[in-house]
């Protein structure tokens, strides 16, 4: 009974932090006059295939588990799992087809897209913390510390995972707030009505983030 609350309690939250996610990136959008069309459009191809790839990069990491039966493959609700890797990957790669067809900017929508996707990891990661999917690791005090009394320790893994998302919140925040893509203007000496703002540094520094504080916390996992 308490396996099948957690459960429904993290599908739910997990649920919850796409509509969220996809509200604000909405609502980002069209302050910035965007086309809300348009960007419904990319939420659910984000979504398709940020799902497709999710699982297949799961797949790939527990292959001994999955490669006897294909049905494990499709079936989510007895063999849960999706990579934040693979669904960052499928989003990067349906924005992309997406904004080469339409010839837009892509890197206009993925600066606006990082504080959506912040608040849907947090949520993901809270989900996780009910759901026990991330377990939290051992950790043996060195010799030293045991003679001084210190005992051996548990990392709280998902609470690494939520403080590292809330700073990187703080940090994205800020750089919405001080217009950081108009600060890294593109200057031309010819015509200054031709300056534009470097769109997509955001997005980029929000990649090294998450797959670097990601590479860090994954030696804390059991």
């Known amino acids: 009974m308490l396996n ?3 459960s429904f309690s993290y599908g739910l939250i997990i649920a919850g932090s796409f509509v969220l996610g996809s509200f604000l990136l909405w609502k980002n959008s069209k302050k910035e006059g965007l086309e809300p069309d348009a960007v419904f459009d990319w939420i659910i191809l984000m979504l398709i295939f940020g799902i497709i ?3 297949l990069v799961f797949i790939a990491e527990h292959f001994n588990v999955y490669s006897e039966d294909i049905f494990r493959w499709i079936h989510f609700i007895r063999f849960p799992g999706i990579a934040s890797k693979g669904l960052i990957f499928g989003g990067l790669l349906a924005s992309i087809l997406y904004f080469r067809r ?4 892509i890197w206009i ?3 606006l897209a990082v504080l959506p996707l912040l608040y ?3 949520l993901a990661q809270t989900a996780c913390m009910i759901n026990g999917c991330v377990e939290a690791s051992g950790f043996k005090m060195p010799a030293g510390f045991v003679l001084l009394g210190f005992k051996d320790m548990v990392r709280p893994v998902n609470l690494y995972y939520l403080m590292t998302i809330l700073f990187q919140i ?3 925040k800020y750089l919405k707030k001080i217009k950081f893509e108009d600060v890294l203007t593109i200057k031309s000496d010819d015509d200054k009505s031709r300056n534009k703002p470097r769109h997509g540094v955001v997005f980029l520094i929000f990649i090294i983030l998450y797959f670097s504080s990601g590479l860090i916390l994954e030696n804390f996992l059991a």
Do not use: H, P, S
Not at 102 to 105: E, G, V
């Open 4 to 6: 099948a609350i957690t």
């Open 53 to 55: 790839f999710g699982r």
């Open 102 to 105: 339409r010839k837009q900017n």
């Open 109 to 111: 929508y993925l600066d």
């Open 120 to 122: 849907v990891w947090f």
């Open 170 to 172: 703080y940090i994205f």
